[in-house]
T-cell receptor, first 114, second 110 residues
């Protein structure tokens, strides 16, 4: 398997623009996680899907953030409008089922908002 | 609330040494504990997952141990190599999320 695939790998955008990050989980994995990593706050879970249904979105910082999982092989994280403080590395991870199983991370998307 | 701590934040050792990385957690009622490696600018790579019923888990030169009663896990790296240089994170699931330590940045000097 190719592992978790994320695109784009790097994104530079201006404040106020819409940003869409994409993730393809490992085939056969039923759970998908979006994380954000910054030097100040470390790794934070933003949202977690199980069988395409959001289970916990308590980590989504504001209404500007939204995530969807229209099918088992694709998820998006959207920021609209983006702000400089959103600059971070965003990771997608997947597991067989839920948080109790081993999580496999994608390479991340480095987002810079100017 | 589960809290995970990794001390020290950074460690530098000469090549060839055996070393131990530490991970402490506050709530001993854990389900499992996972060790990850993160190279600069890259994602996390899962190294080992140790279940609560296990005391040890081994993969190659890596050995993870778990002592729930003392709230500790250790990652032992044998015969360290420069390629082992990375940040090592531990994490355990708690209330619908993985709780991560801040990581130990390991440098192996040739």
């Amino acid at each position: 398997d190719a592992g978790v695939i994320q695109s784009p790998r790097h994104e530079v955008t201006e404040m106020g623009q819409e940003v869409t990050l994409r993730c393809k989980p490992i085939s056969g994995h039923n759970s998908l996680f979006w994380y954000r990593q910054t030097m100040m706050r470390g790794l934070e879970l933003l949202i977690y899907f199980n069988n395409n249904v959001p289970i916990d979105d308590s980590g989504m910082p504001e209404d500007r953030f939204s995530a969807k999982m229209p099918n088992a092989s694709f998820s998006t994280l959207k920021i609209q409008p983006s702000e400089p403080r959103d600059s971070a590395v965003y990771f997608c991870a997947s597991s067989l089922t839920g948080i109790l199983y081993e999580q496999y991370f994608g390479p991340g998307t480095r987002l810079t908002v100017t | 609330k589960q809290e995970v701590t990794q001390i020290p934040a950074a460690l530098s050792v000469p090549e060839g040494e055996n070393l131990v990385l530490n991970c402490s957690f506050t709530d001993s009622a854990i389900y499992n504990l996972q060790w990850f490696r993160q190279d600069p600018g890259k994602g996390l790579t899962s190294l080992l997952l140790i279940q609560s019923s296990q005391r040890e888990q081994t993969s190659g030169r890596l050995n993870a141990s778990l002592d729930k009663s003392s709230g500790r896990s250790t990652l032992y790296i044998a015969a360290s190599q420069p390629g082992d240089s990375a940040t090592y994170l531990c994490a355990t699931p708690s209330t619908q999320k993985l709780v991560f330590g801040q990581g130990t940045r390991l440098t192996i000097n040739p």
